[in-house]
Nanobody, 123 residues
């Protein structure tokens, strides 16, 4: 069983920045595809960013503004969020895929989900 715990969410004005963190349990963390999804009320889950052993991939709406990174020693994944917009307001979930070998934009492909952290961007 793997646990993912997000932190770093909060309230920020449009144009501001936040950095989300995801602390992961397990000794095979480096073999996982890790990523971030988000979900706003009344909307479907949306792929934000993902990282495999070989590369990264971003959702079109956040490309150029968000950056995913990993600290393998700390078993932690980060999402640096810059130039935030009101439409970025959502609960952000850290995800992990143990069975996969590639980044997938379909949320059902991910085995593990964190509890989520709220990001609210005001205007």
């Amino acid at each position: 069983q793997v646990q993912l715990v997000e932190s770093g969410g909060g309230l920020v004005q449009a144009g501001g920045s936040l950095r989300l963190s995801c602390a992961a349990s397990g000794r095979t963390f480096s073999n996982y595809v890790m990523g971030w999804f988000r979900q706003a009320p009344g909307k479907e889950r949306e792929f934000v960013a993902g990282m495999s052993w070989s590369g990264t991939y971003y959702g079109f709406s956040v490309k150029g503004r968000f950056t995913i990174s990993r600290d393998y020693a700390k078993n932690t994944v980060y999402l640096q969020m810059n130039s935030l917009k009101p439409e970025d307001t959502a609960v952000y979930y850290c995800v992990g895929d143990l069975k996969g070998w590639k980044i997938n934009v379909n949320p059902v492909e991910y085995d593990y989900w964190g509890q989520g952290t709220q990001v609210t961007v005001s205007s």
